[in-house]
T-cell receptor
C-alpha cells in the first residue's frame, strides 16, 4: 500500500532556529500534499495545502512567512518552521493525496514529526 | 507498509441505521487509538479515542470498540444522520509517539 514518510520523526531545537520537515510519498506521485498541526486535544488543524510546482495555499491564521512550504516534486514537500519559538512545539503531520478516480480520492498520512522548541 | 488499515474505502447506510466503520492494525505496541472525521477541504476533526486499557468508549452516538487480541477497532454511529457523511480515519500510536493513520472510509448516509 501507499506509504508517506516524514523526516525527522523528532527534533529538538533552540528558540530562534529554523527547522525543516520533509514529507515524502514513497510509491506514488502526489500532486497535492497537506500539512497539519496536532493540538493537545487531538484535533488536526489544516495549516496549508501544497500543490507541486505552485505556491502553497495557507489556511486563515497561518503565517506563510513563518511556515514555509515547498512542494518541489511529485513525491516531496517540505515544511520549514522559521525562527521557531516554544509555542511552535507540536506534532506536525503531512498527508498526500493519491488521485485514484475511485469513490473518494485516497489520502495517506505521514507518521508525524514531534517538534520541541526549547 | 501500512500499520493501520481501513479495508473498506466506502460505506453507504440508511439514515437512522447503524454505521460500522472498521480498522485493523499490525503493531501490538500501539496503546492509543483515535477516530477522525473529515469533510472535503477541511482538516480532520477529532471524534473519539480509546486507550488499550479499555475495550469500549462511548460518546453520544459514537462508540469505539477495541479488540486487542484481533488488533481490530471499530466505530459505531447510531443512529446515523446525513450530516455524518464524511471520510473517517482511524489512527494509532504508542502514547506520545508517532501516529499511524488508516487510509479512510467514506461514509454516505442516505436520507
Amino acid at each position: 500500500g501507499a506509504v508517506v514518510s516524514q523526516h525527522p520523526s523528532r527534533v529538538i531545537c533552540k528558540s530562534g532556529t529554523s527547522v525543516k520537515i520533509e514529507c515524502r510519498s514513497l510509491d506514488f506521485q502526489a500532486t497535492t500534499m497537506f500539512w497539519y498541526r496536532q493540538f493537545p486535544k487531538q484535533s488536526l488543524m489544516l495549516m496549508a495545502t501544497s500543490n507541486e510546482g505552485s505556491k502553497a495555499t495557507y489556511e486563515q491564521g497561518v503565517e506563510k512567512d513563518k511556515f514555509l512550504i515547498n512542494h518541489a516534486s511529485l513525491t516531496l514537500s517540505t515544511l520549514t518552521v522559521t525562527s521557531a519559538h516554544p509555542e511552535d512545539s507540536s506534532f506536525y503531520i503531512c498527508s498526500a493525496e493519491q488521485l485514484t478516480g475511485l469513490v473518494g480520492d485516497t489520502q495517506y498520512f505521514g507518521p508525524g514529526t514531534r517538534l520541541t522548541v526549547l | 507498509d501500512q500499520q493501520v488499515k481501513q479495508n473498506s474505502p466506502s460505506l453507504s447506510v440508511q439514515e437512522g441505521r447503524i454505521s460500522i466503520l472498521n480498522c485493523d492494525y499490525t503493531n501490538s505496541m500501539f496503546d492509543y487509538f483515535l477516530w477522525y472525521k473529515k469533510y472535503p477541504a477541511e482538516g480532520p476533526t477529532f471524534l473519539i479515542s480509546i486507550s488499550s486499557i479499555k475495550d469500549k468508549n462511548e460518546d453520544g452516538r459514537f462508540t469505539v470498540f477495541l479488540n486487542k487480541s484481533a488488533k481490530h477497532l471499530s466505530l459505531h454511529i447510531v443512529p446515523s444522520q446525513p450530516g455524518d457523511s464524511a471520510v473517517y480515519f482511524c489512527a494509532a500510536s504508542r502514547t506520545g509517539n508517532q501516529f499511524y493513520f488508516g487510509t479512510g472510509t467514506s461514509l454516505t448516509v442516505i436520507p
